[in-house]
């Protein structure tokens, strides 16, 4: 016995089931209806996971090759009366080591309700799995339920497949009350690091809350407001842009050369799109990229710019989030995990910042 299936043994509660032993449970790959997916790039069309076509990375970083490929936002939905829900999954080992492998390379289900979506299970992956893995949770009785999965943080996946007892209903999931995405454009605090498990992402609390779709354009270390993820952004209809990539520049100067030309393009082919600046969240506190406080208030500066700018000629779809406030509150040095990265406290009340501007300006529309 390995110390992890020691600790298992002493709390039940730590155990995940990652063997499927049910006789009668049938798969079906997520690609096929009547499932519905959220966040990706035409997945049923291109037979993949991806946030970002290779069209547009080619010409990008690396590292933006790379980070299009995980899977943050992405979501299945669908309505079963199963009395399990078991996932298949193909995918490589990728674990970070400042998150919760949960949050890296799980999934979790929520169920969707007529007033929100409650979280029932995760699907934790055993460490050191090779090239996939299962997971099963159990309801307590056969009701029809409508499910939302989330998709891994930091991970790619090859292949998902669903599966549930044979004799069971499936069908389409539960439409969002709110139909264009919300669009958030960021560094490695909007693909989710440090979330405990997907569902924990400041966009996972914000969708929930107004029952919206979203889609995580968050790229860790490789948001540099390029023109091309500009112009990509700019080519959907979204129901407002969230943009807070001062993180990932190297410096101020290169953020000044780059956010306002970044908005510009956006707005120039979306002249009635609600945009939203913000500053980065971490402002207290220097990183990698920051060395020095007076460098946070540097990059705060620019973003505030860009906004003045923006406003004097005569912009009334755009506002400023100072991202000095995204973590106030009590403990406030408790909402990181590493002093740049939120947890789940700090994702939570990100998500509320964002919640009480929509409220205020956006969702009396809906």
């Known amino acids: 016995m390995t110390l992890t299936e020691y600790v298992e043994w002493l709390d039940k509660n730590l155990k995940y089931n990652t063997v499927i032993e049910e006789k009668d449970c049938k798969f079906y790959n997520v690609l096929e209806e009547p499932f519905d997916l959220y966040g990706f790039y035409q997945p049923n069309k291109r037979g993949e ?83 996939g893995w299962e997971g099963i949770v159990y309801f307590s009785d056969r009701r029809e339920r409508y499910i939302t999965i989330n998709f891994p943080l930091y991970s790619h996946v090859d292949q998902l ?18 139909k264009k995405p919300v669009v958030f454009y960021g560094g490695s605090h ?49 129901t407002a842009l969230f943009m807070e990539y001062d993180h990932n520049a190297p410096n101020a100067e290169f953020l000044e050369q780059t956010h306002y030309a970044f908005y510009e393009t956006v707005r120039n082919l979306q002249p009635d799109l609600p945009i939203v600046m913000i500053s980065k969240h971490d402002y207290y506190t220097c990183s990698y990229y920051v060395k020095t406080q007076r460098e946070n ?62 409220k205020k300006y956006l969702q009396n529309k809906f």
């Not at 969707?112 to 460490?127: Q, T």
């Not at 924990?200 to 023109?227: M, P, T, Y």
């Not at 909402?335 to 929509?358: E, V």
Request: charge should be neutral; include cysteine; aromatic fraction near 12%.
């Open 161 to 178: 497949e669903i599966g549930l007892q044979a004799n069971a209903t499936l069908d389409h999931g539960k439409e969002y009350a709110i």
């Open 190 to 238: 909007v693909q989710g690091a440090s979330a405990s498990k997907p569902g924990n992402s400041a966009q996972g609390f914000f969708s929930r809350k107004f029952d919206c779709d979203f889609i995580n354009l968050g790229f860790s270390g490789n948001a540099l407001g390029e023109k091309q993820m500009a112009e990509y952004i700019a080519g959907m209809d979204a």
């Open 297 to 358: 208030e540097l990059r705060r500066e620019v973003v505030l710019r860009s906004f003045e700018r923006a406003k004097a000629n005569g912009d009334e779809k755009v506002w400023f989030i100072d991202g000095k406030s995204l973590l106030s509150g009590e403990d406030r040095t408790a909402c990181t995990m590493d002093g740049c990265h939120p947890n789940d406290l700090g994702f939570y009340r990100i998500a509320q910042k964002y919640s009480s501007w929509f």
């Open 49 to 131: 996971f991806c946030r970002v076509p290779e069209e547009i990375t080619k010409d990008l970083s690396v590292g933006m090759q790379y980070f299009a490929k995980d899977t943050s936002g992405g979501r299945v939905r669908f309505k079963t009366n199963s009395k399990y829900i078991a996932i298949s999954v193909k995918m490589p080992y990728l674990p970070t080591r400042n998150m919760a492998l949960s949050g890296s390379c799980g999934f979790d289900l929520f169920v969707d309700k007529k007033n929100g979506s409650e979280f029932y299970k995760a699907f934790i992956p055993p460490m050191g799995f090779e090239k």
